[in-house]
């Protein structure tokens, strides 16, 4: 799962994907809209891979809660974001049982489940285990690179000036 480039911007309602870097800002698209605007640095803007969720253990990464959604779920969507406080809780509780009750609020549960539903209609949502077989297929197929007549280019003596 590729969350590195997906925002989450305080004040702003959605998810977002990093576009460019501007002079004093972020240039990112909402994944619903495809509108395209400015995050400035008074914005606190969140990489969605930066993002843990607290546990009476360690902190587990946002992918990994959003593995652990998937698997339960069986690849389908999520409860609904707006479901009472209690059966957010208990649904979350079913996913991670261990998750801290006191650091996560039901507002945080609710995010996540609105997260993760937002990006399961995107098909933004991979599993890691896809992610490095993918990669090791590319790296087998590839072939090296030969070395000789590409790589070398014959260097031309520069010309004299002309003085006028």
Same mark, same amino acid.
């Given at each position: ?14 998810? %977002?994907?990093? =576009? ?7 240039i /990112?698209?909402?994944?619903?809209? #495809? &509108? ?37 779920e ?17 649904? %979350?509780?079913? =996913?991670?049982?261990?998750y801290?009750?006191?650091? /996560?609020?039901?507002?945080?549960? #609710? &995010? ?47 010309a ?5």
């Amino acid at each position: 799962m590729i969350l590195k480039d997906i925002l989450a911007i305080s004040g702003e309602p959605g998810l %977002f994907r990093f =576009i460019a870097q501007g002079k004093n800002s972020l240039i /990112v698209e909402h994944l619903e809209t #495809k &509108k395209r605007s400015s995050a400035f640095g008074s914005a606190k803007v969140s990489s969605l891979e930066d993002i843990a969720i607290f546990t009476d253990k360690e902190d587990i990464p946002l992918a990994k809660v959003f593995d652990l959604i998937y698997d339960k779920e069986n690849g389908n969507l999520a409860i609904d974001g707006k479901t009472d406080g209690s059966k957010l809780k208990a649904w %979350f509780e079913e =996913i991670l049982p261990d998750y801290d009750k006191d650091k /996560v609020y039901t507002s945080d549960i #609710k &995010k996540i489940a609105v997260w993760y539903n937002t990006l399961h209609k995107l098909n933004l949502l991979l599993k890691e285990e896809a992610e490095p077989a993918s990669e090791a297929a590319e790296t087998e197929v590839s072939k090296p690179v030969k070395k000789g007549k590409a790589a070398t280019k014959k260097k031309k003596p520069a010309a004299p000036k002309s003085k006028e």
